[in-house]
Antibody, heavy 114, light 107 residues
Framework: EVQLVESGGGLVQPGASLKLSCVAS????????MSWVRQTPGKTMEWIGD????????NYAPSLKNRFTISRDNAKSTLYLQMSNVRSEDTATYYC???????WGQGVMVTVSS | DIQMTQSPSSMSASLGDRVTITCRAS??????LSWFQQKPGKSPRRMIY???NLAAGVPSRFSGSRSGSDYSLTISSLESEDMAIYYC?????????FGAGTKLELK
């Protein structure tokens, strides 16, 4: 059974940094592109970016490219999202997904507030 | 960016109704279109991929179709468990983009 389990969310102050993790199981992690998607409190879905199966290539939403970094550790079957200089508009539930959304994690909430 | 215009934003329907939700793409996306269902408090679930392919485990009352730049998700006979928000996603060109969602409620 494919499982994706995110962690690392919480309350963070504006301007701070935060790193989310997603541990994968039930499939060969190193065979798949992986993505991050977020959903705002108003239910808007936004694709953040993705990373090639070997970690050699990443793509980002242009509005997030300068602040967000996606990486992976295939030995640990773990996907990461490094968020820097966070803003109130980054408040959302963050999901990791396999490839183009075939499977989703349970999501992790990030709240940016002072 | 490719814009995905989804309609309606919300709708109410009765059990047994045939329901259709549509996304229009601002550029050619071929068949790189997926549909997702999200129930309250749950993660999205992929229902349709490649515009017309039913994802594993999805009931056969769900179907996807394409007419030009218009993509549709149809539920042939609405059941109570289908109440959810539905989203489309284009994945032919970066950045991938979602429709705004359709909230489906019981009349």
């Amino acid at each position: 059974e494919v499982q994706l389990v995110e962690s690392g969310g919480g309350l963070v102050q504006p301007g701070a940094s935060l790193k989310l993790s997603c541990v994968a199981s039930g499939f060969t992690f190193s065979d798949y592109w992986m993505s991050w998607v977020r959903q705002t409190p108003g239910k808007t879905m936004e694709w953040i970016g993705d990373i090639k199966y070997d970690g050699s290539y990443t793509n980002y939403a242009p509005s997030l490219k300068n602040r967000f970094t996606i990486s992976r550790d295939n030995a640990k079957s773990t996907l990461y999202l490094q968020m820097s200089n966070v803003r109130s508009e980054d408040t959302a539930t963050y999901y990791c997904t396999r490839a183009r959304g075939a499977y989703w994690g349970q999501g992790v909430m990030v709240t940016v507030s002072s | 960016d490719i814009q995905m215009t989804q309609s309606p934003s919300s709708m109410s329907a009765s059990l047994g109704d045939r329901v259709t939700i549509t996304c229009r793409a601002s550029q050619d996306i071929g068949n790189y279109l997926s549909w997702f269902q999200q129930k309250p408090g749950k993660s999205p679930r992929r229902m349709i991929y490649g515009a017309t392919n039913l994802a594993a485990g999805v009931p056969s009352r769900f179907s996807g179709s394409r007419s030009g730049s218009d993509y549709s998700l149809t539920i042939s006979s609405l059941e109570s468990e289908d109440m959810a928000i539905y989203y489309c996603l284009q994945s032919i060109q970066y950045p991938y983009t979602f429709g705004a969602g359709t909230k489906l409620e019981l009349k």
